[in-house]
């Protein structure tokens, strides 16, 4: 090589990442995170809202992995819970064979989401998880306007613990879809079409196991599992104040796909897509408070990460 060529190309070498930095730079404040595979490359606003779904991951993993297991993250990877505390009132539920064996699946799938997101973001250690029954019976308790006798008890069997189910991947998939226009970098939209692919698989699963049983009955309520499915989505629906963003799994005819079938086996809206849910109206829901600054529900402490906290006045919404 001549001379001239040699430092034309050391030239362009040196002036390459150069030239990617201020393209990125010009859409956001920079920064990386790095690890021992992999540099990343996300801006702040992508961090804040790839750390937030953290706390639906979480809920699930300690959700699907006690009831299949009788354990969780402290269990199978005390990496990721890191030192968080110990969820409220988690158990190994009752579950048929094949049920169980989805929800080991599940649970193994969010344990593989939290890595994904904590290789990415450093995110936060495990938040404060209320996943007691009464929890569960709250919400469906809500859901009906009325206290339901004996107390729903998500943990007593298979249909309980899919009606159960139905309340938790359905979110996350949501504010996958939300998240997903306000995302800048290819690294986290990449990481974000891979997590909603699979919430959105887990929610058909779910939804499809409880669509066979759609006219069955809860017993001892004598309701029929599609009314626990259309009573939740409202529940939903009411919390996040955003409208119809959520179907049972029978709905009227005119707001099932192509608003001609009541068969509902997946929601989506008048064109079939996925609805979109932002954090706060997440919270909202998560909370069963129906404000993104009151806590309760699955999240006695609230959320963590930088919106959720944003929003419960441990910093404010335009700091750092
Ligand atoms: C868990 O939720 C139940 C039902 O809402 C509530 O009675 C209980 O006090 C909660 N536990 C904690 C520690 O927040």
């Not at 390459?16 to 930095?21: A, E, G, R």
């Not at 989401?113 to 007691?132: C, E, Q, Y």
């Not at 939300?178 to 891979?194: D, F, I, V, Y």
């Not at 759609?214 to 104040?241: C, D, M, Q, W």
Request: aromatic residues 10%; neutral net charge.
């Amino acid at each position: 090589m001549k001379l001239a060529q040699f430092s034309a190309l050391f030239f362009l070498l040196l002036l390459l990442p150069s030239l990617s930095y201020a393209i990125e730079a010009t859409n956001h404040e920079f920064f990386m995170d790095c690890d021992n595979n992999d540099n990343y490359h996300v801006g702040k606003s992508d961090v804040d809202l790839l750390e937030f779904p953290l706390n639906l991951e979480y809920l699930e993993a300690e959700f699907f992995l006690w009831a299949a297991f009788g354990r969780g993250l402290d269990s199978f990877s005390p990496d990721l819970a890191a030192g968080g505390p110990p969820p409220i009132g988690a158990k190994i539920a009752k579950l048929s064979p094949l049920i169980k064996d989805v929800i080991a699946q599940f649970g193994f799938q969010e344990v593989g989401h939290l890595r994904a997101i904590k290789k990415t973001v450093a995110g936060f250690p495990r938040p404060l998880l209320n996943l007691s029954a009464e929890s569960f019976g709250t919400i469906m308790n809500d859901a009906f306007g009325h206290t339901l006798e004996p107390p729903f008890n998500p943990y007593a069997n298979d249909i309980n613990f899919l009606l159960a189910s139905y309340v938790v991947p359905y979110v996350g998939l949501t504010g996958y879809v939300g998240a997903n226009p306000k995302l800048q970098s290819p690294t986290a939209k990449k990481l974000a079409a891979g997590l909603l692919g699979v919430e959105s698989g887990q929610d058909a699963v779910l939804r499809t196991l409880l669509y066979q049983r759609a006219i069955e009955k809860v017993e001892p309520y004598g309701i029929p599992v599609a009314e626990f499915t259309s009573r939740i989505s409202k529940l939903r629906n009411k919390l996040g104040h955003r409208g119809l963003k959520d179907e049972g799994l029978i709905v009227k005819p005119k707001e099932g796909a192509e608003g001609k079938i009541k068969g509902n086996v997946l929601a989506g809206d008048k064109h079939s897509l996925a609805y979109d849910r932002t954090p706060e109206e997440i919270l909202r829901i998560v909370y069963g408070t129906g404000k993104e600054n009151k806590p309760g529900g699955f999240f006695p402490k609230g959320g963590d990460g930088r919106i959720a906290k944003s929003h419960l006045g441990k910093i404010k919404k335009s700091e750092g």
